[in-house]
């Protein structure tokens, strides 16, 4: 069973607009942690976010945000005020504690448009 | 600031030829990560080590076998390449820590191999 969907093959966005990019999560371990990567075009994961599945505030980090609803096991990545520069393949991750193992989705590729 | 390194970063290999994938964390994580992707997908998870000593098969290890040689080194090895297995590889590490900041899976460069 997959355990991290990512429903959104690809996205478009205006400069300047917020998107948001949907995550949902499958799990059983009550413990457990979501991450969102970035990967531009030349290749390297970039590390955007991080939620914790105990923390009770929802994550930013500058212009990015994670909205965060447990009950629903949704971990969506809010960007605001998008830039050229945020036009990149972006993935949702999950790392279950109590396994150990950490898995992605299979991405979302975000095109900001001038 | 290594962080983590992998070599190579570019192999091409004949089909049935066998070569191994060299990861080093200087980071003192517990948790290293092996993973694979295609183009244009996202990352599946071949094997992972959740601390030094263990090690176990993530989604597709079939073809691969691993070795968490100690707590810095994690190396990926293919016996008999197949062109299915032509991928960038990608090994990570991690630390968590209980809370809010300090988690992050730290990633290699990517290695790319080609079967053919």
């Known amino acids: 069973a997959q355990k991290i969907t990512q429903t959104q093959p690809g996205m478009f966005v205006q400069e300047k607009e917020a998107v948001t990019l949907d995550c949902t999560y499958d799990?059983?371990?009550?413990?457990?942690?979501l991450f969102w990567y970035k990967q531009p075009s030349s290749g390297e994961m970039i590390f955007l976010i991080y939620?914790?599945?105990?923390?009770?505030q929802n994550a930013t980090e500058g212009r990015y945000s994670l909205n965060f609803q447990k009950a629903r096991k949704s971990a969506n990545l809010v960007i605001s005020a998008s830039q050229l520069g945020d036009s990149a393949m972006y993935f949702c991750?999950?790392?279950?504690?109590?396994?150990?193992?950490?898995?992605f989705g299979d991405g979302t590729t975000l095109t900001v448009k001038p | 600031n290594a962080g983590v390194t992998q070599t190579p970063k570019f192999q091409v290999l004949k089909t049935g030829q066998s070569m191994t994938l060299q990861c080093a964390q200087d980071?003192?994580?517990?948790?290293m990560y092996w993973y694979r992707q295609d183009p244009g997908m996202g990352l599946r998870l071949i094997y992972y080590?959740?601390?030094?000593?263990?090690?176990d098969k993530g989604e597709v290890p079939n073809g691969y076998n691993v070795s968490r040689l100690n707590k810095r080194e994690f190396s990926l090895r293919l016996e008999s390449a197949a062109p299915s297995q032509t991928s960038v590889y990608f090994c990570?590490?991690?630390?968590?820590?209980?809370?809010?900041?300090?988690?992050?899976?730290?990633f290699g460069e990517g290695s790319w191999l080609t079967v053919v």
């Open positions: 939620q914790g599945s105990y923390d009770q």
């Open positions: 080590s959740a601390s030094e000593g263990t090690t």
């Open positions: 980071m003192n994580h517990n948790s």
């Open positions: 991750a999950m790392r279950e504690t109590n396994a150990g193992k950490s898995t």
């Open positions: 799990t059983s371990d009550p413990s457990y942690g």
């Open positions: 990570a590490s991690l630390q968590a820590r209980q809370g809010h900041s300090g988690n992050t899976i730290y």
